[in-house]
């Protein structure tokens, strides 16, 4: 693969197109829509209608999102708060397509994911998506470089393509003198700047980042934070930002509560 198809989409592979598909009469019906809820749907990045994931733990059934709707405008920062074990971390590995729902559908840029198999989930993850969790589960064995490098190695890029948009991202989280360092040698806020570098380093549309400053302490935690929204805005990205941090959230352009099942708006 050259240099110039390294950035070549899921439509060049030759996989699926990720355009937006026409509602249905009954759809929109069952929304009530208006003209202005129409629109709201036209400007959505992330769309959860009806969602449900039920999680079966030998004769005992867990409901964890209940027929939960959430939509997200292009360009929004949100983020989601609960309790400890309210679904957070399953509602964003279900939007991502990590996970799969029990029921319902999410619509990415009005295409839905829930029709992918396998394969395409798995593009669609590597080249829409960018993921940052609590435990950055970086590979200890290789360096900062390398770690960020590994979304665009599996996606086919050439290897010293991937290196330079690598070094790049790395020196815009303020980490370019690390690069050659191995997680082991890197502090627990570096760890994670190094992890939110590989979840951007593929140029994706979608940011999901649960808990991303909870093991963080308080001022490294608010760096973390102030850069995610910078880097957010920088590349015009939308963010769903999962945290138990409410003071944080505060600083996002809405924030939702998720309770039994369902996400409630907080009023600001």
Known sequence: MSDGDSGSTLQAQGAVEFGPEEATG????????????????EDAMVRALELTKIYVTGPAEVLVLDRLNLTVRRGELIAIVGASGAGKSTLLNVLGGLDRPTGGRVLVQGFDISKL?????????????????QFHHLLPEFTALENVMMPLLIRGVRRSTAADRARAVLEAVGLGSRIRHR?????GGEQQRVALAR???GAPRLLLADEPTGNLDRRTGERMFALLQQLHERNELTSIIATHNERLAARCDRVLRLENGQLSETPR
């Open 199 to 201: 979840a951007l380093v």
């Open 183 to 187: 997680p082991a040698e890197l502090s």
């Open 26 to 41: 009954e759809e929109m019906a069952g929304e009530g829509a208006s003209s202005m809820e129409h629109q709201q749907a």
């Open 117 to 133: 198999g396998e394969v395409d989930l798995a593009r669609f993850r590597n080249e829409m998506v960018g993921f940052i969790f």
